[in-house]
């Protein structure tokens, strides 16, 4: 049961680091700010959860006498929310400055909310 839950716990940090590079990868290619801003969100913020979850998995597994694995799932834990919580903020108002510097190719876009 060990063994299954730590390959488990290697592909989903894995999983998570190769997200991680792929929004880096994002971050130096891509021209605008909006794209830049995709790249750095959304990959980036599950890359950190799947990492973040298979290190929890891998504590909670190997969890036999010591007294602060309580703790480290929470603290765990709490990155995660706390990733979830800001990631989205940050990005919208990334968006807005680069809107309010006009930083965004606005013939580019599909469909211009901020006109609303």
């Given at each position: 049961?060990?063994?299954?839950?730590?390959?488990?716990?290697?592909a989903?940090?894995?999983?998570?680091?190769?997200?991680?590079?792929?929004?880096?990868?994002?971050?130096?290619r891509?021209?605008?700010?909006?794209?830049?801003?995709?790249?750095?969100?959304?990959?980036q913020?599950l890359?950190?959860?799947?990492t973040?979850?298979?290190s929890l998995?891998?504590?909670?597994?190997?969890?036999?006498?010591?007294?602060?694995?309580?703790?480290?799932?929470?603290?765990?834990?709490?990155?995660?929310?706390?990733?979830?919580?800001?990631?989205?903020?940050?990005?919208n108002?990334?968006?807005?400055?680069?809107?309010?510097?006009?930083?965004?190719?606005?013939?580019?876009?599909?469909?211009?909310?901020?006109?609303?």
């Amino acid at each position: 049961m060990i063994l299954v839950a730590d390959i488990i716990a290697i592909a989903l940090i894995i999983t998570g680091m190769l997200l991680c590079v792929a929004a880096s990868v994002g971050l130096i290619r891509f021209r605008d700010t909006i794209s830049r801003m995709h790249a750095s969100s959304k990959p980036q913020t599950l890359g950190l959860i799947l990492t973040l979850s298979g290190s929890l998995l891998h504590v909670a597994t190997h969890a036999s006498a010591h007294t602060t694995t309580s703790s480290d799932l929470a603290l765990l834990t709490l990155i995660i929310l706390f990733a979830l919580g800001t990631s989205p903020i940050v990005s919208n108002r990334v968006g807005h400055e680069a809107f309010k510097e006009r930083l965004v190719d606005e013939d580019s876009l599909a469909r211009d909310d901020s006109r609303e």
